[in-house]
């Protein structure tokens, strides 16, 4: 069965970087048929899409987070990353990691999620 | 891209049905049917019960169904269950984006 975990700080100071590693267990992040990506929820708030990467290469990220964010990989540590730049309180959120199907573009397999809480 | 619109809340009572709606725009749907129903609950990992519209990944109930109508998708969950009482949340997949809507509150009286 494949499992995400997500991993990372759970404090970052405001105006620097968040970095989280998603791990993926019984499972690899080198198939076409998948892409792997993060959501974040603000506390009381809803799901916020971040941003996918796809085996190709590809990435894509949502518009509002476009400028600070980066997802990358690790094919040889089935784990993929989460970079987002220049964070403020407004990014404090749980953190999920998820991998998703291409031929229906849904999350089917998702972390427990963590908690990222942005202050100083 | 705005979120899809969502009620805040519903409720019902064990045995019953509920139905949740999640509108959009037509560009929010797109030409695409990638429209999916996620279920979160405290302390467990989000879990996919509707990709497609209408069609359930293998291991989840048939209690839950999807269904689309215009610019508005709808989830239904028959013969509610205590277990059911959660935040469901619907998302849209279109042209490399995803948009997720503001989420559900159902409570089982």
């Known amino acids: 069965q494949l499992q995400l975990q997500e991993s990372g700080p759970g404090l970052v100071k405001p105006s620097e970087t968040l970095s989280l590693t998603c791990i993926v267990s019984?499972?690899?992040?080198?198939?076409?048929?998948?892409?792997w990506g993060w959501i974040r929820q603000p506390p009381g708030k809803g799901l916020e899409w971040i941003g996918n990467?796809?085996?190709?290469?590809?990435?894509y990220y949502n518009p509002s987070l476009k400028s600070r964010v980066t997802i990358s990989g690790d094919t040889s540590k089935s784990q993929f990353f989460l970079k987002l730049s220049s964070v403020t309180a407004a990014d404090t959120a749980v953190y999920y990691c998820?991998?998703?199907?291409?031929?229906?573009?849904?999350?089917?397999?998702w972390g427990q999620g963590i908690l990222v809480t942005v202050s100083s | 891209q705005s979120a899809l619109t969502q009620p805040a809340s519903v409720s019902g009572s064990p045995g019953q049905s509920i139905t949740i709606s999640c509108t959009g725009t037509s560009s929010d749907f797109g030409g695409y049917n990638h429209v999916s129903w996620y279920q979160l609950q405290p302390g467990k990992a989000p879990e996919l019960l509707i990709f497609d519209v209408s069609n359930r990944p293998s291991g989840v109930s048939n209690r839950f169904s999807g269904s689309k109508s215009g610019n508005t998708a709808s989830l239904t969950i028959s013969g509610l269950q205590a277990e059911d009482e959660a935040d469901y949340y619907c998302s849209s997949y279109t042209s490399s984006n995803t948009v997720f809507g503001g989420g559900t509150k159902l409570t089982v009286l």
């Open positions: 998820a991998r998703g199907t291409i031929s229906c573009s849904c999350d089917d397999y």
């Open positions: 019984s499972g690899s992040i080198s198939s076409s048929r998948y892409y």
């Open positions: 990467m796809y085996y190709s290469g590809n990435t």
